[in-house]
């Protein structure tokens, strides 16, 4: 009899475990997303409408829009969660961790100007930017990582420390370029740059053979060129 009755008591807890295990599943694949910057959690609380309560991945997929603009963001963390953003605006923060972007590879627009930036390898593979990529007015020097960025037509380098612009030579979907304000003097990777329609060289020290050959040559091909003192 008690070997019966403990037989039937493990069948029991066996048929309970599996009935509940549905439910356990469902609750691991959506778990909750801590946010670090209480207010990045308020600009995605009120883009999510969710004023309260846990925030679960699930209330993040279907997220395609975030402007988290003039907050004063430091951290990010949270954000490699919303993998639906095709628009993010991040201007105007203090930012200097891109990391959490580095998986969002739906973005087609990114605006991280005015921030304090200087590693750029988060977006090397954020292959999707079509439109702008603004990182205006950071502490930018290496460029690199936006080399297999060749779906981007719009991008702002202004006010950084930008010296080399090879890594730029591959993106031939380029129509806007603003380099305003950099360490600038050789634009000749930029010659290959066939559908380039404006470009902003403003306050750099343009060399000799970018002034006399490659600048007329731009122009030559219809490339509007802002430089020098010249107010565009």
């Known amino acids: 009899m008690k070997r019966l009755f403990g037989g039937l008591l493990r069948y029991l807890v066996l048929l309970t475990v599996l009935i ?22 308020g600009s995605i609380r009120q883009a999510i409408g969710k004023p309260s309560g846990r925030i679960y991945q699930s209330d993040l997929s ?30 105007g923060n203090q930012i200097n961790d ?28 954020l292959t999707s930017l079509t439109t702008i990529l603004d ?37 031939t979907g380029l129509t806007y370029l603003a380099c305003y304000d950099n360490e600038i003097s050789d634009i000749s990777p930029l010659s290959g740059l066939t559908k380039l329609e404006s470009l902003d060289l403003r306050g750099n020290p343009l060399n000799s053979n970018s002034i006399n050959t490659w600048i007329p040559s731009l122009e030559g091909r ?11």
């Open 62 to 91: 279907a997220l395609t829009l975030l402007d988290a603009s003039g907050l004063g963001i430091i951290n990010l963390t949270g954000l490699e969660y919303c993998t639906s953003l095709t628009n993010l605006y991040l201007n």
């Open 135 to 171: 990182l205006e007015t950071n502490l930018i020097s290496d460029i690199s990582p936006l080399s297999g960025l060749t779906s981007l037509t719009v991008l702002n380098l202004n006010w950084n420390q930008v010296s080399d612009l090879s890594p730029l030579s591959g993106l």
């Open 222 to 232: 219809g490339v509007y060129v802002c430089w020098g003192t010249v107010n565009c």
């Open 98 to 125: 891109l990391s959490p972007l580095s998986g969002l590879t739906s973005l087609t627009e990114l605006g991280l100007s005015n921030n304090q930036i200087s590693d750029l390898s988060p977006l090397s593979g």
């Open 20 to 41: 509940s295990l549905p439910t356990l599943l469902v609750g691991c694949s959506d778990s909750g997303v801590a946010f670090p910057d209480p207010k990045l959690e």
